[in-house]
């Protein structure tokens, strides 16, 4: 009976596959058309027409098979579309691969012509379109690997030619509904010492940089890459650049919008979603040039330009006021012709400059580069090729130094020449200073030592008395006037195997960044939300359940109360008190529940939001930082009172990072600020950025990340768009409008200070206690500037590089009119 089932079972399941739509391989004389697709092996890839929405025009391409919306990553005929037709793909005889309309007319073609008995065409598990001999299956035709598009898929590879400075790289859609050729091209420039370099049209827009053996230089945080092998090979005929995924059960891959950033995207844990890694330009200082020649530029610092050691801007006023255009100039003239005594200053941690008009030497060492660099007098500085092992190789600059930055991690040794006199002056200055640092220090460690000591053994003799060993470490973390803990019941699995139905999938609730939630009721008809952990820490159970009453003391009306825990058989269990109204995103998402939240509520909302927040950064004794807040993490009550759920897991479950970096980012696509994301620091003001994210998406009813307006600009972009042309009321919710009349001055001082806790730089963003006050009316609001992840256009207030064609002297600072 059982093998009856299967069988039929069986026979239903081949029926159903729809074989006839989708095919593994394509042979001569056999074609593609209308919605039939081509699919690779396992199922990861799908290729065949599809339309934009709203538009005649339709395209050949390749797209992640499982996911939606649907994520194309290769075009073929990307500028040559099939209007007002249907398109069919063929492959000929002959190996070529051709794209006809419904009249028969040609609207693309591989151009490939072999005489191979026998072509196949295949799409391959890792995304690449191939046409191969059928009798040889290792020999390729041809693939769509070789013709990057706008996405960069692991195995895929950039390359320029070193032979005749021919690139093929990536390039932009023209904006986000048009894949034609855009403006901007992600390629290697092979002038000088090759590097990553993003441009606009002729124009030098943003340059990743050179390699250095690990990283390209301009990597903020090698950390973030660390499943990822990305090599770079220089060959006597051409440069390439490409990566693979050491780990196969991540996705990653990155593009560049039609905006010239460059961002990569990884599966979000639920497999479902696209999670942003990284967006780039990350800050200002990543536009090529920014402040100009001879300076370096510091994310991290206030004004963020500051002319290399040694020298002084060119012009002070234009420089007090911010206009970095015509950068820096040496104090003092090097001495080269005469006595040839000039030195070199270490600039730590940098990203090196632009190496387009650089030397180097693969076999020559650090000193030697030195004195190489000393013979020649317009050489300005120099640097190792290659930072593993000690370092190798050398790199010189000549003349003008261009597009430094200061990397808060990473980076890499830069020696700049200076005259005898500037070393003198800096190095007097730091060793007086190192003297002053190290005695400090000295009878710091003393003193420290002596005092630990006595403490020890006061505390032992105590201990001693009243045998409490162990209880001290976890009871010192705690503020002493609030010991009454609550001890939380710890239930038992069964309870909870019984209150879910088994985990049953009816009883999901939905999956979270830390694994799925399920809806139960126990036995006493309470119903109940269970969190089920999918993380495989190595905490131990003693230090899990630690952790769990530490959450559980952490009591407020805009906080999920947790009922209790359970731990039993690898299962990590959370109980918390079950919201009726489910979350803030399943309302504010939909086109017809979000009537269902007025302005005043949604107002209430993010006050509420604002006082948990505050709670958990400043006055609970733990003081979290939530780090995955978002609207689907914000629970609603029956009264649609916002409660935050999720507070405290990742400390929970990887421990206190107290430093504030990480390698793990937790956090999700859109919400995620960009010192976590770029550099995996974190601080109460990451919170307030995601915080900032969730009131412009309340405001609006529509997501950040995926907001489908054109011209790529996301939520933040256009909210900081509208802000700039002073018409912020365009961004809210068409249920909203009516709201306007009476809530105008409440919804506008809800734009702004969702704009300022999006800014760029953290120092800049409230905290959120300022934020309440500013809610509240309160306080008086500052003008925000630029948020993060804005897209600047190059030569905002900068200088602007032009690009030669192929060997000339490739760069030219445009002195501005
Ligand atoms: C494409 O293939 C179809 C069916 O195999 C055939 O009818 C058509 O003539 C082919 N077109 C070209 C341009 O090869
Ligand atoms: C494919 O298109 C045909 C006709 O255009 C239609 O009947 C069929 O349902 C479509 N199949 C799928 C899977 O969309
Ligand atoms: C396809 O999946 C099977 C089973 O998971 C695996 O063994 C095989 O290597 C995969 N093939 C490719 C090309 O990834
Ligand atoms: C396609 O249709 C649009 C409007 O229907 C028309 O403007 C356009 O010229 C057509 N294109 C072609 C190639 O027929
Ligand atoms: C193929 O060759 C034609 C004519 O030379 C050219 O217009 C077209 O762009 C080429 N196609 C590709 C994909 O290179
Ligand atoms: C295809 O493979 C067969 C067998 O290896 C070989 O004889 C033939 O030359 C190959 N054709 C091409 C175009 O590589
Ligand atoms: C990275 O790739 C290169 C070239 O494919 C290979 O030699 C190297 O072993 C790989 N490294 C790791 C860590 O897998
Ligand atoms: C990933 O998969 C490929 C082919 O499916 C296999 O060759 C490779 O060894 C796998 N790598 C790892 C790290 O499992
Ligand atoms: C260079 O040498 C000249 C004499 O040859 C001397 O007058 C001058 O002070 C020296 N300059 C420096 C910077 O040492
Ligand atoms: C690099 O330096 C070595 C040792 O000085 C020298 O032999 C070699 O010719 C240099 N290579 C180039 C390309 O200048
Ligand atoms: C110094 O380097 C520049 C740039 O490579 C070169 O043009 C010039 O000839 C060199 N001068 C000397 C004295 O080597
Ligand atoms: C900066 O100074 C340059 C002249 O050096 C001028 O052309 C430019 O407009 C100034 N930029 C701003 C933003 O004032």
Not at 38 to 52: K, M, P, Y
Not at 302 to 324: A, M, T
Request: hydrophobic share 35%; proline share 3%; charged share 25%.
């Amino acid at each position: 009976m059982e093998n009856f089932k299967v069988l039929v079972y069986c026979f239903l399941l081949f029926h159903f596959i729809p074989t006839f739509n989708t095919l593994e391989t394509i042979l001569p004389g056999h074609s593609i058309k209308g919605n039939e697709t081509l699919i690779s092996t396992n199922g990861t890839f799908e290729a065949g027409f599809f339309n934009f929405d709203n538009s005649n025009n339709q395209y050949f391409g390749i797209w992640y098979k499982e996911i939606s919306p649907r994520t194309v990553v290769w075009i073929a005929n990307r500028d040559s579309a099939v209007e007002n037709s249907s398109g069919v793909l063929n492959l000929t005889d002959k190996g070529t691969l051709v794209i006809v309309d419904s009249q028969g007319v040609m609207k693309w073609s591989s151009n490939t012509s072999t005489t191979a008995a026998k072509p196949i065409l295949q799409l391959l598990e890792n995304g690449n379109l191939v046409v191969k001999n059928e009798t040889n299956p290792d020999s390729i035709l041809w693939q769509s690997f070789d013709f990057p598009g706008d996405t960069l898929l692991p195995g895929m590879r950039i390359r320029s030619s070193l032979v005749n400075g021919d690139y093929k790289g990536l390039v932009s859609w023209r904006d986000s509904q048009d894949p034609s050729t855009g403006l901007y091209s992600y390629h290697i420039d092979t002038n000088g010492f090759p590097q990553v370099v993003t441009t606009k049209g002729n124009t030098l827009f943003v340059r990743v940089g050179s390699w250095n053996g690990n990283s390209l230089s301009g990597a903020t945080s090698v950390d973030l890459y660390k499943s990822f092998n990305i090599t770079f090979v220089i060959t006597e005929k051409e440069v390439s650049y490409g990566y693979e995924l050491l780990d196969n059960s991540t996705v990653s891959w990155y593009k560049i919008n039609s905006l010239g950033q460059i961002t990569r995207f990884s599966l979000s844990d639920d497999r479902k979603t696209w999670q942003i890694f990284f967006v780039g330009p990350a800050d200002r200082c990543d536009n090529y040039g920014f402040c100009g020649a001879n300076s370096k530029c510091d994310p991290d610092k206030s004004p963020v330009c500051e002319c290399l050691d040694g020298f002084i801007p060119k012009s002070k006023e234009k420089w007090s006021s911010q206009n970095w255009t015509d950068g820096c100039v040496r104090r003092v003239k090097l001495d080269c012709d005469d006595n040839n005594s000039d030195g070199f200053l270490n600039q730590v941690g940098m990203k090196l400059p632009d190496t387009s008009k650089s030397w180097f030497n693969k076999s020559i060492n650090l000193e030697e580069c030195e004195r190489f660099c000393l013979r020649n007098c317009s050489c300005t500085g120099y640097a190792n090729l290659d930072i593993r092992d000690g370092g190798s190789g050398c790199l010189i600059w000549f003349n003008d130094i261009l597009d430094v930055k200061k990397l808060s991690n990473g980076g890499q040794d830069f020696y700049m020449r200076v005259a005898a006199s500037e070393l003198d002056h800096n190095t007097g200055l730091n060793k007086k200073k190192l003297a002053g640092i190290l005695v400090g220090c000295i009878m710091f460690i003393v003193i420290m030592i002596i005092l630990g000591i006595v403490i020890h053994r006061v505390r032992r003799k105590k201990l001693e008395k009243s045998g409490m060993n162990q209880v001290v470490s976890l009871k010192n973390q705690i503020d002493k006037k609030e010991n009454e803990d609550i001890d939380i019941p710890i239930y038992d699995l069964s309870t909870i195997v019984n209150a879910t139905n088994n985990f049953s999938i009816d009883n999901k609730l939905g999956q979270g960044g830390f694994g799925p939630v399920y809806k139960g009721k126990l036995e006493n008809g309470q119903d109940i939300a269970v969190k089920r952990l999918s993380n495989t820490s190595e905490q131990g159970p003693k230090e899990f359940i630690n952790e769990v009453k530490l959450i559980a003391n952490l009591q407020h009306r805009n906080l999920v109360k947790l009922l209790g825990c359970c731990i039993q058989n690898h299962e990590k269990l959370l109980i918390y008190e079950f919201m009726i109204n489910r979350s803030l995103d399943y309302f504010i998402f939909d086109q017809t529940r979000k009537s269902l939240l007025h302005w005043t509520r949604r107002f209430q909302i993010i006050r509420g939001i604002a006082r948990g927040l505050v709670y958990l950064h400043e006055d609970s004794r733990l003081r979290i930082i939530h780090r995955d807040l978002k609207t689907s993490n914000i629970l609603l009550d029956e009264n649609m009172n916002p409660k935050i759920s999720d507070f405290g897991l990742a400390r929970t479950l990887w421990g206190d990072e107290a430093k504030g970096e990480t390698r793990r980012v937790v956090g999700t696509h859109g919400y995620i600020s960009p010192e976590y994301a770029t550099r995996g620091f974190f601080s109460v003001k990451s919170d307030v950025f995601s915080f900032g994210v969730i009131i412009l998406e309340t405001i609006s009813g529509k997501k950040n990340r995926e907001y489908s307006g054109y011209h790529d600009l996301d939520l933040l972009g256009h909210a900081w768009r509208m802000w700039c042309e002073k018409t912020p009321l365009e961004l809210i919710d068409k249920p909203l409008t009516d709201s306007i009349v009476v809530a105008e001055p409440e919804i506008l001082r809800c734009v702004q200070i969702g704009l300022l806790c999006v800014q760029e730089r953290a120092d800049d963003r409230p905290t959120m206690s300022a934020a309440i006050l500013m809610l509240n009316g309160e306080k008086t609001l500052p003008e925000p500037k630029e948020p993060a992840f804005y897209p600047h256009q190059s030569g905002s207030s900068s200088g602007t590089a032009v690009l030669h064609s192929k060997n000339e002297v490739s760069i030219t600072l445009l002195q501005a009119r």
